[in-house]
């Protein structure tokens, strides 16, 4: 049964970091895009992060350039989401996502994780 399971979300300070991660199991990550979403309070899911199947290519939505880097440990079947110089707009619930080749908008991600809280406040 194919899973993911998310972990490192937290209370930071505004200016801190927070690295989540999203542990695969039932499948292997490679050859799929990764991705992850957030979804702020009275908000809709907005996409922060993916990276194609062969790891070749990154987005970032722009409030998050410089800020935030994705990355994956194939041998550890995990993807990474490493937050940087968080700031209170960044507060939101934080979901990986993972879906085929190709795949850009939350509508064509095939799994999903629980969500993990990341809440930027002094």
């Known amino acids: 049964q194919a899973q993911l399971v998310e972990s490192g979300g937290g209370l930071v300070q505004p200016g801190g970091s927070l690295r989540l991660s999203c542990a695969a199991s039932?499948?292997?990550?490679?050859?799929?895009?990764t991705g992850w979403f957030r979804q702020a309070p009275g908000k809709g899911r907005e996409g922060v992060s993916y990276?194609?199947?062969?790891?070749?290519?990154?987005y970032y939505t722009d409030s998050v350039k410089g800020r935030f880097t994705i990355s994956r440990d194939i041998n550890m079947n995990t993807v990474y989401l490493q937050m940087n110089s968080l700031k209170p707009e960044d507060t939101a619930v934080y979901y990986c996502?993972?879906?085929?080749?190709?795949?850009?908008?939350?509508?064509?991600?095939?799994?999903w994780g629980q969500g993990t809280q990341v809440t930027v406040s002094a």
């Open positions: 039932g499948f292997s990550l490679g050859g799929y895009t």
């Open positions: 990276m194609t199947a062969t790891a070749g290519y990154t």
């Open positions: 996502a993972v879906g085929p080749p190709g795949s850009t908008v939350e509508g064509d991600y095939d799994w």
